[in-house]
């Protein structure tokens, strides 16, 4: 099996960018610890990537673009916030999607080693609970930029919404309405968006004296198994009168699972929802959404990815933008009693 750069790092204890920098004779890099690097490497016969040295000489004048589906309206809007910035640089832009799917992703990055592409945008899959094999390409030479799913362990560029905040918020809009017993409906557990978002659910909870009733149900990756779990909570004798959807695809299951069982929103269910989608102002009732700077998160995405490819010097991983979400009050979080 051949050494990884991964390999070293996690060996002497230092991240993949300084033996990355290490093994170029970085100036930034102190000469006992590139000897340390030069010494391992040797001992387990370590071959530098040989795409590494050559990634910013060639230009394909390509981007990718790694995403977990482009089902969801934040995914669209923020590829056209990506295309603005790439038409004006004129770049192509590939999209590759992972489903979800860490083995994709993995295989994907691995495909870009060879330089396929002059710089990577990604947001990670919802199975994704490290970020090594996003190391490997940076450490070849590739920027790559973060943009809404992110890994906390890779230092580059992240540009990210304020995901605690807004589900605090979400929360705290659901007790002014009058909600006493408030469901967060969550996802993947290694996405940091998702823990976020829960945590401002809990701490809003908390701080109104309510930690008793956090109450977290983990959803199901497919629209049929999300349904039976919300059609059976909103059966159950001890149902809740306000639903926070951490992400869109569970909107539709919400309100589908309430005709059904005839639940009416929101004088029986208080329903607020993350979501960019456009239908919200015309479901039935209109859906109160904390809609995320998509289009703006694409763009700020691109902007510093291209910083990245042009400027040898620049250096991605000190670069962290937050844009603030909004959210939209509708009548499906109207404060008539329940």
């Known amino acids: 099996m051949s050494v990884k750069i991964t390999d070293l790092a996690r060996q002497l204890n230092l991240s993949v960018a300084t033996i990355s920098k290490a093994l170029k004779d970085s100036h930034e890099i102190s000469s006992e610890t590139k000897q340390r690097v030069f010494e391992l490497a040797k001992k387990l016969n370590y071959t530098p990537n040989p795409y590494a040295s050559g990634l910013r000489k060639r230009s394909s004048k390509t981007i990718a673009v790694v995403l977990p589906e482009v089902a969801d ?12 910035i790439a038409h004006d640089k004129g770049y192509h832009v590939l999209i590759y999607l992972t489903h979800e799917s860490f083995e994709r992703e993995e295989a994907i990055l691995k495909e870009f080693q060879s330089g396929r592409v002059d710089g990577i945008l990604i947001s990670v899959s919802g199975e994704t609970c490290a970020g090594n094999h996003i190391k490997e390409v940076i450490a070849a030479g590739m920027p790559v930029v973060f943009f809404d799913r992110i890994c906390e362990d890779v230092e580059t560029a992240k540009i990210v919404t304020d995901d605690f905040e807004s589900g605090y918020n979400a929360t705290s809009h659901l007790l002014k309405a009058g909600c006493k017993k408030i469901v967060y409906l969550s996802t993947s557990s290694s996405l940091s968006i998702n823990n976020k978002r829960m945590a401002g659910y809990m701490q809003a909870l908390t701080d109104n004296g309510l930690a008793n009733t956090i109450d977290i149900i983990s959803c199901a990756s497919d629209d049929e198994g999300n349904y039976q779990i919300i059609h059976d909570l909103l059966k159950s004798i001890h149902r809740p009168d306000g639903l926070i959807a951490s992400v869109e695809k569970l909107t539709t299951p919400i309100y589908l699972a309430c005709r059904e069982i005839n639940l009416s929103i929101p004088e029986k269910l208080k329903v607020i929802s993350f979501t960019n989608l456009q239908a919200a102002l015309i479901l039935t009732p209109t859906l109160t959404t904390v809609t995320q700077p998509a289009f ?30 909004v959210l939209a009050e509708r009548s499906s979080t109207t404060s008539q009693k329940i």
């Open 73 to 84: 309206s934040f995914f669209s809007l923020a590829i056209n916030g990506i295309e603005s």
């Open 296 to 325: 703006e998160m694409g763009k700020a995405a691109a902007s510093l990815l291209f910083k990245g490819i042009e400027k040898k010097n620049f250096d991605l991983s000190k670069e962290k933008i937050v844009i603030p979400s």
